[in-house]
C-alpha cells in the first residue's frame, strides 16, 4: 500500500531556506503513471498547490511560489524534496505531499503533513 | 487563476439529515472539479473526481454533481463519522486551486 511521508525540520527562521522531503514507500517514485506534489494550508490562505515533479524531472509550479520554489526528485532514495527560499512568517504552513497520476488530474494520496513555523 | 467559492462556510446538522454544499468557480472547468474531506489533524481524502464519481471505498451517501461553474456535494443521511471540512479542488487549468472549504458539524 502506498505511503507518503513528510519529514524535515519544524522550524525555520525568517528569510532562511525551507526544506522538506516526501519519501514515498509502496510504490517507485521511477514509475511513469504518476506525478509528485507539494501542497501546504494555512488558517489565512487554505489549501495551497505548491508545484508538482514528474520522475524525469519535470517541474511545474503555482507562478505565487515560482521564484522562491524548487521542487527535485532523487529516485534513488525514492523521495521528493520541497525547497522555499526567503520564507516569511507567511510560509508557517502544514505542508502535504501528495501523488497524482499521470492518467488522472487530482491527488488521490496524501501524506500525513507536516507542521513548519517560521520565526526568529 | 480559477477561484472556487464554497457556501455555506459552515453548517450545524443532525444525524441522518441530508447535507448540501456548493462550489462555484470563476470560470467554465467542465468537470475538473473534485471532492475532499479531512478531519481535524488529517490530511485530505478524496471523495468525489471529476464532480460526479466516487473514489474507491467511499460511502454511498457521499455524492456530488454539477459541471462548467456549479456543483455540489451532497451527504445523504448524515452520520457522526461525516463531521469534517470539506473542500472543493479544480484541475482545469494551473494553478490547481482549492475552495476555503465547509465546516460540517453535528448538533
Known amino acids: 500500500q502506498l505511503q507518503l511521508q513528510e519529514s524535515g525540520p519544524g522550524l525555520v527562521k525568517p528569510s532562511e531556506t525551507l526544506s522538506l522531503t516526501c519519501t514515498v514507500s509502496g510504490d517507485s517514485i521511477s514509475s511513469s503513471s504518476y506525478f509528485w506534489a507539494w501542497i501546504r494550508q494555512t488558517p489565512g490562505k487554505g489549501l495551497e498547490w505548491i508545484g508538482t515533479?514528474?520522475?524525469?524531472?519535470?517541474?511545474y509550479y503555482n507562478p505565487s511560489f515560482k521564484s522562491r520554489v524548487t521542487i527535485s526528485v532523487e529516485t534513488s532514495k525514492n523521495q521528493f524534496s520541497l525547497k522555499i527560499n526567503s520564507v516569511t512568517a507567511a510560509d508557517t504552513a502544514v505542508y502535504y505531499c501528495?501523488?497524482?497520476?499521470?492518467?488522472?488530474?487530482?491527488?488521490?494520496?496524501w501524506g500525513q503533513g507536516t507542521t513548519v513555523t517560521v520565526s526568529s | 487563476e480559477i477561484v472556487l467559492t464554497q457556501s455555506p462556510d459552515f453548517q450545524s446538522v443532525t444525524p441522518k439529515e441530508k447535507v448540501t454544499i456548493t462550489c462555484r468557480a470563476s470560470?467554465?472547468?467542465?468537470?475538473?472539479l473534485h471532492w475532499y474531506q479531512q478531519k481535524p489533524g488529517q490530511s485530505p481524502k478524496l471523495l468525489i473526481k471529476?464532480?460526479?464519481q466516487p473514489f474507491s471505498g467511499v460511502p454511498s451517501r457521499f455524492s456530488g454533481s454539477g459541471s462548467g461553474t456549479d456543483f455540489t456535494l451532497t451527504i445523504n443521511s448524515l452520520e457522526a463519522e461525516d463531521a469534517a471540512t470539506y473542500y472543493c479542488h479544480q484541475s482545469s487549468s494551473s494553478p490547481w486551486t482549492f475552495g476555503r472549504g465547509t465546516k460540517v458539524e453535528i448538533k
Open positions: 470560470q467554465s472547468i467542465g468537470s475538473n
Open positions: 471529476y464532480a460526479s
Open positions: 515533479i514528474f520522475y524525469s524531472g519535470a517541474t
Open positions: 501528495a501523488r497524482r497520476g499521470t492518467g488522472y488530474y487530482y491527488m488521490d494520496v
